[in-house]
Structures are given as C-alpha cells and as structure tokens.
C-alpha cells in the first residue's frame, strides 16, 4: 500500500489544527493543552480517513467515523469535575469535541472550511474571555449577612437600602437568635452598587456586624 500525498496532507492539517488550539489552551494553563488537542485532532483525523478507507463499496464510513463522537465524549466526561457547588472542566470538554470535529472535517477533506472554523474558534477563545469578565463585573453575585437588635420597622428599613442601592434582590430570609435578628440578603449587581452598599451598611448605627 503506497503512502498517499494526500493522506500526509491531513495529517499534517490536522497537527497544525490541533497545535493552534492547543497552544491557546496551553498558554491559559488548562487541563487540555498542546499535545493533548494536537493528538486528539490528529487521532480524529486518521480514524475518519481509515473509516473511508475501510467503508470501502459497503459504505460503511459513516457508521466507523460516528464512533469518533462516542469516544470523544468519554475523553471529554474525565476532565469535568465537580467542586462543591461549582463544575469545572465544560469549555474544556467542549473544546475536546470541537478540536475532534476539526480532525474529522480534515480526515474528510474539508480542509478550507476546517481552516475557517480554527480561525472562529482561536477569534472566541481571545475575545470571549474578556466579554465575560465584563458580563461578571455587571453581575456581581453576594449574599450579605447583617446582625441588628430587634427593633420594629428595622427590616423593612434595611431591605429598602438594599432596593435603593441599585442591587438586584434575588431572595432574602430572617431569624432571631439570642436577642438578635440576623437577616441574609442574597443579590446581583455592578461591584459599584456593592460598594454603595458597604458604605451604608458600614454608616448605618442598627447595624452590629455584617459580612458579605
């Protein structure tokens, strides 16, 4: 069996591919990093050209390439973890099944579409970052925590402070212990409206301790 040119054509596509992305994920210190999406790209790649080759009259290169996707998704379900009540390791997996996506569409030949969609995803990778650092800074999640005696009116005082501060409430609660009431307040907002808030918590005489 002969060495096709254009076999070597995707392989090296789909190393240049895989090491594009690798490389981003690489220099951000992820758990999928350089060689990790490079293999993955290039393994994508040549089982998508062996399923072609091994479909052969049959046709059967849709059904051996589909197996990619299965065996992605076990690859991908390893680096999402679970740290109490936050997931970590999604965009990862994500980024796992794109960059066998982008082997498979080299494997079969789609080589500019396969270019273009690298450069899309290389385009989100640098700018999505900062758009969502932005989007966290205008919603800026805290509970707060306030200890005040108990004293008719005091509530529905301090939950008007909370209105007027420009934060969002999502929900708040209430109970009294010994002597106390001890008020949580659960909201969003902009890191300006918390810091409004602070200050008038800090300035209000009723207010014995808080925390956020």
Not at 23 to 38: H, I, Q, S, V
Not at 51 to 78: M, P, T
Request: proline share 2%; aromatic share 10%; charged share 20%.
């Amino acid at each position: 069996m002969s060495l096709e040119i254009a076999d070597v054509t995707k392989l090296l596509l789909s190393l240049l591919i895989g090491g594009l992305i690798g490389a981003e994920r690489e220099y951000n210190d992820k758990a999928a990093g350089f060689r990790t999406l490079t293999f993955i790209c290039a393994g994508a790649a040549m089982f998508t050209i062996f399923s072609v080759k091994l479909g052969g009259e049959d046709n059967n290169s849709a059904r051996i390439a589909a197996q990619i996707v299965s065996g992605i998704g076990f690859i991908g379900a390893g680096v999402i973890m679970r740290e109490g009540e936050r997931v970590t390791g999604i965009t990862t997996a994500a980024m796992i099944w794109l960059v066998a996506a982008l082997g498979m569409g080299v494997g079969s030949g789609s080589y500019l579409f396969s270019l273009f969609a690298t450069g899309i995803i290389l385009a989100v990778q640098i700018i999505f970052p900062s758009l969502e650092r932005w989007i966290d800074r205008q919603r800026d999640t805290r509970a707060y925590e306030l200890v005040c005696p108990l004293m008719p009116g005091l509530y529905q005082e301090l939950d008007t402070l909370f209105k007027d501060s420009g934060l969002h409430v999502r929900s708040r609660k209430r109970f009294k212990a010994d002597g106390n009431m001890i008020c949580t307040w659960y909201t969003h907002g902009s890191p300006k409206a918390h810091m409004h808030l602070v200050e008038k918590l800090f300035e209000h005489p009723q207010v014995t301790r808080f925390k956020t």
